[in-house]
């Protein structure tokens, strides 16, 4: 696991990670329309939005589940040349604060530098229900970058 987040994720060989395919889009844009606690922007994709990012090069939609059970987290990233941007992450709330917010930004550090990407970028947007997530980006060992809510990870 990458720096800090080792501590906090739940072993690796628990968390299932792959890129959102066409049959499972409903359920992730599902997922978004209903994590409120651990929403990091607000931003709610929909079917619609995600299934454009699914089909382009310069994004990456993944789900996340445990134990090869259902999704519970999923990540909406920007490719943007060599620094991808998290546009949003959220949580079910059978998920939250078990670390498994932990193990996907491990793996979205790791996918990153993997594909030759320099630097990794999140936001934190605080909404009336999602301050729980609040120092979310701090504790996975993110910087912050001096623009309101935005957080940096050098890779």
Not at 44 to 55: L, V
């Amino acid at each position: 696991m990458v720096g800090q987040l080792a501590e906090y994720a739940p072993a690796p060989d628990r968390l299932a990670a792959r890129p959102v395919t066409p049959a499972e889009v409903a359920a992730v844009a599902r997922l978004a329309a209903t994590a409120d606690e651990f929403n990091l922007t607000g931003l709610t994709f929909d079917e619609g939005a995600t299934t454009a990012m699914t089909g382009d090069p310069g994004h990456l939609v993944a789900a996340f589940g445990l134990d090869g059970g259902e999704t519970v987290g999923a990540a909406w990233i920007e490719r943007r040349g060599r620094v991808w941007w998290v546009l949003n992450l959220v949580l079910g709330r059978s998920a939250f604060g078990h670390g498994v917010e932990f193990a996907i930004a491990d793996w979205i550090v790791r996918r990153a530098r993997d594909a030759g990407a320099v630097a990794l970028a999140g936001r934190y947007v605080p909404t009336l229900s999602n301050a729980a997530a609040a120092g979310f980006w701090e504790r996975a060992g993110f910087t912050p970058s001096g623009e309101d809510g935005v957080f940096t990870w050098n890779i």
